[in-house]
């Protein structure tokens, strides 16, 4: 009997819906042994981690929920030892990038979809793994602006606006924009590639990688995971008011500005603390000498149209 794995969080704003449409469904599947798999209240790493050693050979997982969600299972198929893991998204989040990769499915859709290999990034701290991610990664700005919403306050608000979450979610981020836009975000620091080329930055506020079709649902980006090599790198000083609206409109009328890269290396000048962000899910890394972003060595198996 086929083994279906689903996953879920019973904290996030929007799990009414799973349990009403994903859950109600599931319970109701024939010819599947079904597993469930609540996510913990600790981080991405310890949730991907628990989940790759409950994995089997040939399992189709399945993430039924929003970008951090969909994050824990990308990380826990990359990182499980079994074989043949194939995985699928249900979008049930503010901004549900990584569904919107693989075509924004629904539940019988995943069901009876075909695989294909896709290519997620990985990212090294000084010279260690730290985290896939099928979309993006930020550091700087962005990634800290992630915190704001795991504020008690702004998740109780989205809770209660399950139909405005986009509207609300961007007055938010405007609202934290306009207290910090002074602060420092990023030390010096200089961005090479395999060629070891590198540019020295200075006074930026953000360093972008994209992979996928999009960055917090307004922001366009391309199907890069679909290739082992390429995605978009980009850098801004996007504190200055002027510089975030030119980045942003050409980031949802054309596309992220930006150059293709298939590796990039970020080196501080001294060692840092800064924060990193992967869909969404964030982290704090003091002593921070060296960021690699590039395509993950190996490929993931995922239903998509």
Request: some cysteine; glycine content about 8%; charged content about 25%.
């Amino acid at each position: 009997m086929r083994r279906l794995i689903l996953v879920y969080n019973r904290r996030s704003a929007n799990f009414w819906r799973v349990e009403r449409s994903v859950l109600a469904q599931v319970r109701e599947l024939k010819g599947w042994a079904v597993g469930k798999f609540e996510v913990a209240d600790t981080d991405v790493d310890d949730n991907a981690g628990r989940l790759a050693k409950v994995l089997a050979d040939g399992d189709l997982v399945i993430a039924a929920g929003g970008d951090a969600t969909a994050t824990i299972v990308v990380n826990a198929a990359m990182l499980t030892k079994a074989q043949d893991v194939r995985v699928g998204v249900l979008g049930y989040g503010n901004f549900n990038d990584t569904a919107r990769c693989f075509g924004d499915l629904k539940l019988e859709e995943v069901l009876k979809g075909e695989t294909q290999e896709v290519w997620p990034l990985e990212c090294r701290v000084n010279g260690e793994h730290w985290r896939y991610g099928m979309c993006y990664f930020t550091v700087g700005m962005f990634a800290e602006a992630c915190a704001v919403f795991d504020h008690p306050r702004t998740r109780k608000h989205l809770q209660k606006r399950r139909k405005k979450h986009m509207t609300f979610s961007l007055l938010v981020l405007a609202q934290w924009w306009f207290r910090q836009r002074k602060r420092h975000f990023l030390p010096e620091f200089s961005l090479g590639n395999s060629s070891d080329e590198y540019i020295a930055s200075k006074g930026e506020s953000d360093y972008m990688a994209v992979n996928g079709v999009s960055v917090a649902k307004i922001m366009r980006g391309r199907k890069w995971f679909l290739q082992d090599s390429y995605f978009l790198s980009t850098t801004g000083a996007l504190t200055k008011f002027f510089a975030l609206v030119g980045f942003m409109l050409k980031s949802m009328l054309r596309r992220v500005p930006g150059t293709e890269s298939d590796l990039d290396r970020i080196i501080f000048a001294k060692p840092a603390k800064v924060m990193l962000q992967a869909e969404g899910e964030y982290q704090k890394k003091s002593d921070v000498k060296v960021i690699e972003v590039q395509k993950a060595a190996k490929p993931l198996l995922v239903v998509m149209k």
